[in-house]
């Protein structure tokens, strides 16, 4: 019997996030820098006939392997579009904290995309990929190959792939979650109304840590009030981690409620994190490298 195949699902982090408004459909346009943090999900898959899922690690604690699961309903999606696929049976490492603002499902979603591709001969360029990573969920097609770059609309339109120095981070969930669908309720958008233009400058590539640093000091996350009025936590996770010595930034990613800071350096984050993790043994507490 052949080997399962294996790939990570890797967290996404919006190192900045804009409303740009709300569409006539109700759709909220949003504009974000996107990287992706050396930390994930993992996810295999066993050639097989009948398609499942099995779940185990630290954070699978409810969760279901029923229709809901991003996974099954990636893996259903592709075989919809590309009859005689064969599928198998997965199994998901959970790591990632859920409905956390850092794609955890997302990616789960993209990297089963990514087995049955390498399974069944599909091209990483296939066109059928990025369709079905579409149809899933807003951020599946930006975690296909979980590579930096801006993202827009409502997640479907993605720019060239960006090469980001690396970002030494420190990832915080101070475990709520935060329903995504409220956080948009909240901003009070009315249907067809416009906020914000999207953005001009060019992000061919910040030469170093410290021009990009620059850069995200002149953006933010439009989500963050919002996110904190429903959940305070998250205001506590932010001023404590701008306080941690050496933190150059502190954002919330996505919808919340995980927040990350930004250090120069790898000891500086690794020595952060692991004071907060002491000071806040219940939170879930990452260093991590951006990129």
């Given at each position: 019997m052949a080997p399962p195949l294996t790939t990570r699902a890797r967290a996404k982090v919006n190192l900045d996030l804009l409303v740009l408004g709300r569409r006539a459909d109700g759709y909220h346009e949003l504009e974000s820098l996107v990287a992706f943090a050396g930390v994930g999900d993992t996810l295999s898959?066993?050639?097989?006939?009948?398609?499942?899922?099995?779940?185990?690690?630290?954070?699978?604690?409810?969760?279901?392997?029923?229709?809901?699961?991003?996974?099954?309903?990636?893996?259903?999606?592709?075989?919809?579009?590309?009859?005689?696929?064969?599928?198998?049976?997965?199994?998901?490492?959970?790591?990632l904290p859920v409905a956390s603002g850092i794609g955890g499902g997302s990616a789960d979603a993209a990297a089963a995309l990514r087995l049955l591709a390498r399974l069944n001969g599909i091209t990483p360029g296939d066109p059928i990929l990025r369709e079905v990573a579409t149809q899933v969920g807003a951020d599946v097609s930006v975690c296909l190959d979980s590579r930096a770059r801006l993202m827009a609309g409502i997640g479907e339109k993605l720019g060239p792939v960006l090469r980001l120095p690396p970002l030494f981070a420190v990832l915080v969930n101070p475990g709520v979650g935060v329903e995504t669908v409220g956080v948009f309720r909240a901003l009070g958008l009315k249907a067809g109304e416009a906020v914000s233009e999207a953005r001009a400058q060019n992000l061919a590539g910040p030469a170093s840590a410290a021009d990009l640093l620059g850069y995200l000091a002149t953006t933010s996350n439009d989500l963050a009030a919002p996110a904190q009025r429903g959940a305070p936590v998250i205001g506590e996770a932010l001023d404590r981690l701008a306080a941690l010595p050496g933190c150059r930034l502190a954002r919330m990613s996505g919808s919340g409620a995980t927040c990350f800071a930004l250090f120069d350096d790898c000891a500086s984050s690794a020595a952060a994190a692991k004071a907060l993790q002491r000071e806040r043994p219940g939170w879930w507490v990452k260093p991590t490298l951006l990129s």
């Open positions: 898959l066993e050639p097989g006939a009948d398609l499942s899922l099995t779940l185990a690690g630290p954070r699978s604690e409810g969760l279901a392997a029923d229709d809901g699961n991003l996974v099954l309903r990636a893996a259903r999606s592709l075989a919809a579009a590309r009859p005689g696929l064969r599928l198998g049976r997965f199994h998901l490492v959970k790591r």
